[in-house]
């Protein structure tokens, strides 16, 4: 996910740098549960992870892209632009929820995947989410407490 030229808020290099940690983390959490998966449980449980952790890591890009879209668009004062782009920001936002229903209704019409390695596949990118912060918060409190401003 390469940030607009025209884009502060995405060029800006904490940012930049946040989105890349939590890419490295959403596929270190994943690879390590895809091979626990394969090598203690099952590989049906681990397809079912993978297509999960796949639509998690889509719905992320999505929803960044057009967060990014409205952030870049509602400043410009371009009505038609502006309007352009909330349209698809809008059919991406219902296209993501259909196709995670759909995903869902596949597993408990069909069966064919583990609803629970699913499950925890789709919420792979919030895990990763959770451990950058917790990360971030551990770095914050321990500097302040080397600077003694704690």
Not at 72 to 100: E, M, N
Request: proline share 2%; with cysteine.
């Amino acid at each position: 996910m390469k940030p607009a030229e025209n884009d502060p808020i995405a060029c800006d290099g904490y940012y930049a740098a946040f989105e890349q940690r939590v890419l490295l983390i959403t596929l270190l959490l994943g690879t390590l549960i895809l091979l626990f998966g394969f090598l203690c449980l099952s590989s049906t449980f681990a397809l079912s992870f993978l297509a999960g952790a796949l639509i998690s890591h889509w719905n992320f890009v999505w929803m960044k892209q057009g967060m990014d879209r409205l952030l870049v668009d509602l400043p410009t004062g371009g009505a038609l632009i502006a309007k352009r782009s909330q349209r698809a920001v809008i059919f991406k936002y219902l296209l993501r929820y259909a196709l995670i229903g759909c995903f869902l209704y596949a597993i408990f019409r069909f069966r064919f995947f583990d609803l629970k390695a699913a499950v925890l596949g789709l919420f792979l990118s919030l895990a990763a989410i959770l451990v950058e912060s917790a990360l971030q918060l551990i770095k914050t409190l321990a500097e302040d407490w080397k600077h003694g401003t704690r």
